[in-house]
Structure formats: C-alpha cells, structure tokens
C-alpha cells in the first residue's frame, strides 16, 4: 500500500515569476517573491523564479498573467502586485494597510479637528 497522500502545496496556485538575467533583476523578483509569500503563506504553493532573456518581467499566477512590464510598464510596486494576485486568489480578503488609502499630505498623524 503505497498511498502517499498528495502534498497541499499540489492543490495550491503557482506563482511565476519571469525575469531578465541580462537586466540583472533577480534580486527584483527574489524580493518580490519573499514579498508574496509572506502575504500568501495559506494561498500560494510555490513561487517560481524562472531566467529569461530579452528584458523580460513576467508574472503569472495559475497560468494566468499578473504583471506584464512591457504592456504594464515598467515594474509593479509591491502595493499592486499582492492585490492583483489577492484579486486572483482570496478576492474577499483584506490585505490591511495595503489596502488603506494613504493619509493625506501635511494630515499624517493629526486627529480630526487638529487643524485650524
């Protein structure tokens, strides 16, 4: 009887991350990829980091496309990326202050009422 039962990280999405040896970006996509699965330890199976050439920055989760940078320009700031793959995964989930609108300027920190 060798039933080995499948292991979690099967049932779970891979993330793909394509990126440029020639640009030098893999410590761009190493940290992007820590990024993720910090934020997604329960969602994600693996994150894949895959060597291309020509310029490219690729993100894919399940097969589907994440971030592009040539039709997205440019790279994706953290903020974006963990909601576009949240977008994907757990749409109902709450990334907390990811998802908080940034205090306005000159109001960071004051109460309501604070200013004249």
Same mark, same amino acid.
């Given at each position: 009887?060798?039933?080995?039962?499948?292991?979690?990280?099967?049932e779970?999405?891979?993330?793909?991350?394509?990126?440029?040896?020639?640009?030098?970006?893999?410590?761009?996509?190493?940290?992007?990829?820590?990024e993720? #699965?910090?934020?997604? =330890? @329960?969602?994600?199976?693996?994150?894949?980091?895959? *060597? /291309?050439? +020509?310029?490219?920055?690729?993100?894919?989760?399940?097969?589907?496309?994440?971030?592009?940078?040539?039709?997205?320009?440019?790279?994706?700031?953290?903020?974006?990326?963990?909601?576009?793959?949240?977008?994907? #995964?757990?749409?109902? =989930? @709450?990334?907390g202050?990811?998802?908080?609108?940034? *205090? /306005?300027? +000159?109001?960071?920190?004051?109460?309501?009422?604070?200013?004249?």
């Amino acid at each position: 009887m060798d039933e080995t039962p499948p292991s979690p990280k099967a049932e779970k999405p891979r993330v793909a991350i394509v990126y440029c040896t020639q640009c030098q970006w893999l410590l761009r996509a190493a940290w992007m990829a820590q990024e993720l #699965l910090s934020t997604f =330890r @329960d969602e994600i199976g693996e994150v894949a980091l895959v *060597p /291309a050439s +020509g310029g490219a920055f690729v993100i894919t989760c399940a097969g589907e496309p994440i971030w592009d940078r040539t039709t997205d320009g440019g790279f994706p700031d953290v903020k974006t990326l963990k909601q576009r793959v949240r977008d994907r #995964l757990a749409p109902g =989930r @709450d990334l907390g202050h990811v998802d908080r609108a940034a *205090p /306005a300027p +000159g109001t960071q920190g004051e109460a309501p009422g604070d200013r004249p």
